[in-house]
């Protein structure tokens, strides 16, 4: 089985978009090849990386039966660009489009080095404006995701393991606390991707729609008059 995955969810400057192609065998993902882009905007490249990546592995873009998508917590821009392209390449192809959280794809490497600790593992993104998203991967089915200010968070009693890009942000937000632990990884590789997608993919986890995981509520309102009506004859 051919399996594409797609995270576009970093954000800032120092983000990191990868897209990669990975084989199943005997239930097992296996990589193939990857491109990584950087910078703000990274994953607005996945269609120029697509092509390139195919190529390398001797694919067409008809050819991934299934098609793995981070779909957030993280950047506004990258989310919908790169889930766009997700959606566009799966019709096309004919192939299935599955969501994965950030959390979910980290969830058995987080909880495999929070038991040594007996910590809570929380998976930490950058987020705008001084805040971080806080996603606490709990039971398979069970996923619960927030946004913090960085002065005023307000997190969950120790022992606790950060870990994501935003990891480091939100221990230095915390001094005075003795009990939160670090773990160095900044954001879920394709393997884990890939292997969280499979298993929504095939009913072991419960379905998430492939669109944008927002956070935040929408910051764009509905005029206080309601809107313009329709012009007329246009159809409804």
């Known amino acids: 089985m051919r399996v594409l995955v797609m995270d576009g969810a970093p954000t800032g400057a120092d983000a990191q978009a990868v897209i990669a192609c990975l084989v199943v065998r005997d239930g097992v993902p296996a990589m193939l090849d990857s491109r990584i882009a950087t910078g703000r905007g990274a994953a607005e490249q996945f269609p120029q990386l697509a092509t390139e990546l195919f190529a390398r592995c001797g694919w067409t873009h008809s050819m991934p039966e299934l098609i793995g998508v981070v779909v957030g917590p993280g950047s506004f821009t990258g989310l919908r660009a790169s889930l766009a392209f997700a959606h566009g390449l799966a019709a096309g192809s004919g192939c299935a489009v599955v969501g994965v959280t950030t959390g979910e794809a980290m969830r058995d490497a987080l909880q495999a080095a929070a038991l040594p600790l ?14 971080v998203f806080i996603e606490m991967p709990g039971a398979e089915a069970d996923t619960h995701v927030s946004a913090h200010m960085l002065d005023a968070l307000d997190l969950p009693p120790g022992p606790l393991l950060l870990a994501g890009n935003g990891a480091q942000w939100v221990k230095d937000a915390v001094p005075e606390r003795q009990d939160v632990h670090l773990l160095p990884l900044p954001q879920p590789d394709p393997l884990a991707i890939a292997a969280t997608a499979l298993r929504r993919w095939q009913g072991a986890l419960p379905s998430r729609a492939a669109q944008p995981l927002y956070v935040d509520a929408p910051e764009a309102k509905l005029p206080a008059a309601g809107l313009r009506p329709a012009p007329a004859g246009s159809a409804v």
């Open 118 to 131: 007996c910590a809570r593992p929380l998976w930490c993104t950058i987020a705008r404006r001084g805040r």
